[in-house]
């Protein structure tokens, strides 16, 4: 059975918008490893409308020297959306229908992990139906002030159970939760 794990950049107050802008001057080698394996440890991209095209933008054109490029362009990638009718990054497919019951179903298949790149409002509507395994947060220390938070508003809340944490030498925490269901 696969397990549904999301990793996203977020700041000190919980911000995870446009990380492009904020959290470039923190990646370093150890953030590389922790992005390289989560990439690694999948076999299917799931992507969020707004990081699809965010990506599919600027994948495409990375070549072989590039990390990961060759992997994260030839790798199966899904798109939740209810607003694009194409997609023109090779080998995706948008989900069309009931999110959930798609992820559903392919958790129950055999395969390695599928792999949520950024992608936020997804990762909290899978937070919201019990479907994400993994929440991995990469806490940059930065507090922006503004910006969409991970976590908005009161159906949000949810207990986590803390299965790793790490520090980089950029001041970054590599955290990594299981949702608690039921609680």
Known sequence: MRKLVSQLFISLDGVVESPERWHLGYYNEEMQAAVDSQIVEGDILLLGRTTYEVFAASWPTRGSDVPLADRINSMPKLVASTTLDRLHWQN?????????????????????????????????????????????????????????RLFQDERDHQPFELIDATTFKTGVLNLKYRPLAGE
């Open 92 to 148: 995706s497919t948008l989900i069309r229908g009931n999110v959930a019951e798609e992820l559903t179903r392919l958790k129950q298949q055999p395969g390695r992990h599928i792999t949520i790149s950024g992608s936020p409002t997804l990762v909290r509507s899978l937070l919201r139906d019990h479907l994400l395994d993994e929440l991995q947060l990469l806490v940059h220390p930065v507090a922006l002030g503004s910006g969409r």
